[in-house]
Antibody, heavy 123, light 110 residues
Framework: QVQLVQSGAEVKKPGASVKVSCKAS????????ISWVRQAPGQGLEWMGW????????KYALELQGRVTMTMDTSTSTAYMELRSLKSDDTAVYYC????????????????WGQGTLVTVSS | QSVLTQSPSASGTPGQRVTISCSGS????????VNWYQQLPGTAPKLLIY???KRPSGVPDRFSGSKSGTSASLAISGLQSEDEADYFC???????????FGGGTKLTVL
């Protein structure tokens, strides 16, 4: 079955960087994109960006540009998300999700999702 | 403050039909498809409805989606206790140039 398995929880100090991995299985990794979505404690969902082997450069949320980098290693079917200059506001569960792009502009959805990685930023 | 607006909570009794709404604008819902995600307590979100009204394989037909103008709705019929979860709508937004989510609706089955 299609599955995304993420790396374990991280605790970081403000100003540090974190890199979360997302290993895919059960489908052809290069046929789909991977999005990253985060959820602060008790809050809603926030799209961070996506990367796709066939859609050119990664696309990042405006407010995270300059701090986030998303990459894919097709040889290991693993996607990575690195977030730099961490702040306490970055404390959240970070999810990766396989991204399906529809034929219509703006059509995209996330299925399935990884189990989530808790990143805690604290001094 | 989320770009898409959802009521924070909804409730119903077993067997009842409930509707969860999602309000947006002409830069998102009116122009683009809407997706819905279900997040059971302590778990990752799961795709429930995509492209306004399509159900992925395995999602019961008790769940249905619709869209009209700048609003979308998720309807759940024959409510069951296992439907107790948070529900999020999502759509592309031209202003933010990316997908945006509603703030989520917490559904309680009484």
């Amino acid at each position: 079955q299609v599955q995304l398995v993420q790396s374990g929880a991280e605790v970081k100090k403000p100003g540090a960087s974190v890199k979360v991995s997302c290993k895919a299985s059960g489908y052809t990794f290069s046929d789909y994109g991977i999005s990253w979505v985060r959820q602060a404690p008790g809050q809603g969902l926030e799209w961070m960006g996506w990367i796709s082997p066939y859609k050119g450069n990664p696309k990042y949320a405006l407010e995270l540009q300059g701090r986030v980098t998303m990459t894919m290693d097709t040889s290991t079917s693993t996607a990575y998300m690195e977030l730099r200059s961490l702040k306490s506001d970055d404390t959240a569960v970070y999810y990766c999700a396989r991204t399906i792009f529809g034929v219509v502009i703006g059509a995209n959805w996330f299925d399935p999702w990884g189990q989530g990685t808790l990143v805690t930023v604290s001094s | 403050q989320s770009v898409l607006t959802q009521s924070p909570s909804a409730s119903g009794t077993p067997g009842q039909r409930v509707t969860i709404s999602c309000s947006g604008s002409n830069s998102n819902i009116e122009t683009y498809i809407v997706n819905w995600y279900q997040q059971l307590p302590g778990t990752a979100p799961k795709l429930l409805i995509y492209s306004n009204n399509k159900r992925p394989s395995g999602v019961p037909d008790r769940f249905s989606g619709s869209k009209s103008g700048t609003s979308a709705s998720l309807a759940i019929s024959g409510l069951q206790s296992e439907d107790e979860a948070d529900y999020f709508c999502a759509a592309w937004d031209d202003s933010l140039n990316g997908p945006v989510f509603g703030g989520g609706t917490k559904l309680t089955v009484l």
